[in-house]
Structures are given as structure tokens and as C-alpha cells.
């Protein structure tokens, strides 16, 4: 789809709810020029107002702007996806969270610039977010698991699969007391799913403990 096909498409129908456009190689989410430049330059595009669901994952061409565009627009939106964007960065994410507070899923699966500035942002910022996958984020650490599970209460699935710098001590989300263990315990009441496979620092030891610890958490490796 190119982007004067998107544009069509989201001027003519304002009331849009749901948009999939994954894989598609030409399209720049409609605000940067088909030359495929990184300066950002941008269009007029509009986007529906109403938007609550955007899988845009695999759309090679998409950059921070695209997405910074996107969310000044779409406040309603509650499920992101936009995995194997590769070429975005924290600034995407971050202007997500602040123009979309109602999200409830985002998947930033293998968009491996990002670090845990952004995904700690959106263990912040997001209380109503219920999934997040970010298998394959290569810069991420223990900070953002630990940030998501603690400040998430919603949250139920998280896959941080082949996040090599992953450990046993994000998997155990180590407190420095038992009054910080309780509070832990406590924010996942709702956690489902939980998949740590690929991760080559987490062991079986601490898969086995944490599965002890929170028996109602399905642990995937």
C-alpha cells in the first residue's frame, strides 16, 4: 500500500477503528516523503480520530516521525503494533506513551534500538496496559521488566523472549526486602504469561523458583 492509498483510505473513513497495514514496504504511515528520506519531512496526513488499532509491524520504511505523527492524532488507540520497525528508536515509543494513555497493548518485538529509557516509560505511564512483547530488544536489561511488572497492575503477558541481557534477577524481580517482595507479589495478581525463552542469562534454577513464587504465572522457555 503506498501512502496515497493510506491517506485515501484514512481521510474517507474517519470512523476507522481497526487499521492493519503489516508488511507493507512502500507505505511511510502516511508523514514522510516516498523519496525515503530519514529528515522527516512531513505531510498533512490525517489520521482517524478514532483509531483504537494500529498493526503496522514489518513496515520497513516507518521512522520516529511517522509514529510521533501518529500519536499526537490517535489518543483513543489501546493496541500497537509495530515490531520490526528497525528503524525506530526510544523517541517513537516515548511519544506513544504520551499521547496514547489508554493503550492496553504494544508490541516492539526485534526493534532493536530500543532501550530501557523508553520501555521503563512505558511501565510508567501506561496503568491500563495489559500486554507488551519485546522479544528480541537486544538493549533492554532487568530495568524494564522490573518497571513494567511493578508499575503495570493490568498486565497480563509479557514477552521479553531472546532479550539476551536478560537475568535470573529481572526474572525473580530480586527486591531489597520482603515488604518490596509483597508489593511485587501483590502487582501481579493478573500476570498470565510470562516468556523468557531465548534468554540465555536466565537459568532454570530461577524459571523454577519464580514458578514456586507465583504459581498462577505460566513461565515459557
Known sequence: ?????????????????????????????????????TSGSRDNSKFPRRLLSLDARACKHLIDVSIQDFAQQCHQLQTLNIGWCRQLTDDAVLAVVEGCPKLQSLSVAACVKLTDKSIMAVGRSCP???????????RLSDASLATVVRR???????DVSRCRLFTDSGLMMIP??????????????????????????VTMDAVNDAAKMFPGIDIQT
Open 176 to 201: 531489597d526486602s520482603m515488604t518490596r517482595l509483597q508489593a511485587v507479589a501483590k502487582n501481579c495478581v493478573n500476570l498470565e504469561v510470562v516468556d523468557v525463552s531465548g534468554c540465555i542469562e
Open 152 to 158: 503495570c497492575p493490568l498486565l497480563q503477558k509479557l
Open 128 to 138: 491500563e496496559l495489559r500486554e507488551l512483547v519485546i522479544a528480541k530488544c537486544l
Open 1 to 37: 500500500m503506498s501512502d496515497e492509498a493510506l491517506n485515501l483510505v484514512t481521510r474517507e473513513c474517519p470512523n476507522l477503528e481497526t487499521l492493519a497495514i503489516m508488511g507493507c514496504m512502500s507505505t511511510h504511515l502516511g508523514n514522510v516523503s516516498n523519496s525515503g528520506s
